[in-house]
């Protein structure tokens, strides 16, 4: 298997992918089935209409031919047998990809049965597997709760961290506002385009760092520790994508909130096993 990105420059803030190490494709993604478990609550089109279904086609058309010996998915790793039964039935036809299935969601924070239909899990990683003939995908999360007890107590005593110096917040309507508009103007994978580019990907990290991280006040670090959950959420994922991985493997391609890729690029970065791949390449080739 030819090892393009590796020859290739590539995107602004990835790194150049030598010999050796595992590519991971990150694919940052909204949630299609909008569960409101973001920052920033989307307002979206239903992704079984007609016209996004076939977007959908047209978008795993380009990833298809990145060749990922492996797809990822932002599911717990602990029911990775749930999700591919649920990944099996669509395989085999029992289900279908373009109509409202009742599904007992995979993941603990989800009751809805009709939303896991609508998931990137479903639309993309399913959909790409199965188009490649993949026998299983590989669920790689672990959620975690990022709120704690000494970040709340601030919260409740309406707490308001200094403003010591200027700098750029996320002002997360105005987040809203953009990304609603930019989905609502946009083919899917115009939006993967645009939600993948370097600008793009820092918003949720800028986040984190910008507001959450000053929460504090004598020996109360609730800011500090909802950003170490947030980090080791992610480190987990990186630990159950080299669980996932076996000896021949050259490529994965991981489908994952678009919130996550900062942080994974740059814990993949540091990794020696792996080396971050973005998916813009194989998104614009397709244009």
């Given at each position: 298997m030819s090892r393009q990105q590796s020859s290739d420059t590539p995107p602004e803030?990835?790194?150049?992918?030598?010999?050796?190490?595992?590519?991971?494709?990150?694919?940052?993604?909204?949630?299609?089935?909008?569960?409101?478990l973001d920052v920033a609550?989307?307002?979206?089109?239903?992704?079984?209409?007609?016209?996004?279904?076939?977007?959908?086609?047209?978008?795993?058309?380009?990833?298809?031919?990145?060749?990922?010996?492996?797809?990822?998915?932002?599911?717990p790793y602990d029911r990775a047998d749930e999700v591919n039964a649920i990944y099996d039935e669509y395989r085999s036809g029992k289900r279908s990809y373009d109509a409202e299935e009742e599904i007992e969601p995979p993941h603990p924070s989800r009751n809805e049965l009709t939303t896991e239909c609508r998931s990137e899990v479903v639309q993309l990683g399913f959909r790409l597997a199965d188009r490649l003939d993949h026998e299983r995908v590989f669920p790689i999360d672990y959620p975690m709760t990022l709120a704690n007890e000494a970040y709340e107590e601030l919260a409740e005593d309406g707490?308001?961290?200094?403003?010591?110096?200027?700098?750029?917040?996320?002002?997360?309507?105005?987040?809203?506002?953009?990304?609603?508009?930019?989905?609502?103007?946009?083919?899917?994978?115009?939006?993967?385009l645009w939600q993948n580019r370097e600008r793009n990907l820092g918003v949720q990290s800028a986040g984190f760092f910008g507001e959450?991280?000053?929460?504090?006040?004598?020996?109360?670090?609730?800011?500090?520790?909802?950003?170490?959950?947030?980090?080791d959420r992610n480190l987990r994922m990186v630990?159950?994508?080299?669980?996932?991985?076996?000896?021949?493997?050259?490529?994965?391609?991981?489908?994952?909130?678009?919130?996550?890729?900062?942080?994974?690029?740059?814990?993949?970065?540091?990794?020696p096993m792996f080396c971050p791949v973005s998916p813009l390449p194989s998104l614009e080739e397709a244009m």
């Open positions: 803030g990835w790194p150049r992918c030598e010999s050796g190490p595992v590519e991971v494709m990150l694919l940052g993604t909204y949630h299609m089935d909008n569960p409101g609550q989307l307002d979206v089109d239903d992704v079984l209409h007609p016209e996004r279904q076939a977007q959908l086609r047209t978008t795993v058309d380009a990833l298809e031919g990145w060749r990922p010996d492996r797809v990822a998915v932002e599911r707490f308001e961290p200094e403003e010591k110096i200027q700098f750029d917040q996320l002002d997360v309507s105005e987040l809203e506002r953009e990304v609603t508009e930019q989905i609502a103007t946009s083919s899917i994978q115009e939006f993967l959450s991280l000053r929460w504090g006040r004598e020996n109360n670090f609730g800011g500090p520790k909802l950003v170490a959950t947030w980090y630990h159950n994508l080299w669980r996932a991985i076996e000896s021949e493997d050259e490529r994965v391609l991981v489908v994952v909130g678009a919130g996550h890729v900062h942080i994974l690029r740059e814990l993949l970065e540091k990794t």
